[in-house]
T-cell receptor, first 114, second 111 residues
């Protein structure tokens, strides 16, 4: 059974710092891995999707990497800003379930201090 | 382009009442799904659909019913509400091998 773990559970950093959020998964049979952002009381917003054949994906100050063989992904945020404060979740749809049962990590709650 | 919309935003029910949470998408995705989000439990899949007329159970389907008569709409029915169903419910379109898009959520309180 696929399990997704995110470390750390919470993180507080000063503005301007570069930071890395971690996501690990137990079953390497995945179609892709998606990173989301969730603001308090809101829905999830897709940030990046990395296909299983890709090693990384970039969008602005965000860079996500994927190492399928070791079951790990990282989300790198450059020059963090207070507006980056949110919960970040990673998710994997499992190949063994036809991609229809996506498993989510519990998230990393990020606070960027001004 | 509204994306994924959900109604209502907030609902209070008494134990035993039934209700339907509405979800609609205008992105023409075949795949839609319902999740519940609880503190300490993360997001858990309730039901999903791979197209009109096709639905299947997720991780926590008990007490919920779904149908998919059109590509656009995917309502979630609570048959007889229980306090354990107090949660935030999210509908999503896409997923699988595609990007998944979420609605804003419905916050449900069952007394």
């Amino acid at each position: 059974k696929q399990e997704v773990t995110q470390i750390p559970a919470a993180l507080s950093v000063p503005e301007g710092e570069n930071l890395v959020l971690n996501c690990s998964f137990t079953d390497s049979a995945i179609y892709n891995l998606q990173w989301f952002r969730q603001d308090p009381g809101k829905g999830l917003t897709s940030l990046l999707l990395i296909q299983s054949s890709q090693r990384e994906q970039t969008s602005g100050r965000l860079n996500a990497s994927l190492d399928k063989s070791s079951g790990r992904s990282t989300l790198y945020i450059a020059a963090s800003q207070p507006g980056d404060s949110a919960t970040y979740l990673c998710a994997v749809p499992g190949v063994n379930t036809g991609g229809f049962k996506t498993i989510f990590g519990a998230g990393t709650r990020l606070f960027v201090k001004a | 382009n509204a994306g994924v919309t959900q109604t209502p935003k907030f609902q209070v029910l008494k134990t035993g009442q039934s209700m339907t949470l509405q979800c609609a998408q205008d992105m023409n995705h075949e795949y839609m799904s319902w999740y519940r989000q609880d503190p300490g439990m993360g997001l858990r899949l309730i039901h999903y659909s791979v197209g009109a007329g096709i639905t299947d159970q997720g991780e926590v389907p008990n007490g919920y019913n779904v149908s998919r008569s059109t590509t656009e709409d995917f309502p979630l029915r609570l048959l007889s509400a229980a306090p354990s169903q107090t949660s935030v419910y999210f509908c999503a379109a896409g997923g699988g091998q595609e990007t998944q898009y979420f609605g804003p959520g419905t916050r449900l309180l069952v007394l």
